[in-house]
């Protein structure tokens, strides 16, 4: 008897929005330690470093629509994270059931409320 193997087209799958939202929470928490955390302990070092440093790091800051975009960028991975990690502890914690379609509900809350703070951390970032 033999086993063949068989062939999983994982692109045709349909995952549920909570596994979508799962997923998209274990990528950005692995953006955060090896981007957000090293590239915050540096800017924070050149920030702390002197007067001269902090002035020089703010001038290229307010010039530099690119470091501006960056950093913009890792707060929002960071909110991102949070949120999704409050959904799934509130759901650990058996606050919020594992039913699909409570999941769902939770899950298009926790999207809900990031867009919102997101949209008001890039209008105060503006």
Known sequence: MSIKPVY???FKIQL??????????????????????PVSAYILNLLLASQDSFSSFVD????SVFLRTFVLFNILIFEYHVIAGIRHMLMDFKLVSETLSAS????????????????????GLI
């Open 60 to 63: 290229v800051f307010n010039s």
């Open 104 to 123: 769902n509900t939770s899950a298009i809350t926790a999207l809900i409320v990031f867009f919102v703070i997101a949209l008001l951390t890039i209008l």
């Open 16 to 37: 549920p929005l909570s596994a979508l939202l799962s997923i998209s929470h274990r990528v950005s928490g692995i953006l955060i330690f090896f981007l957000v955390l």
């Open 8 to 10: 999983i087209n994982l």
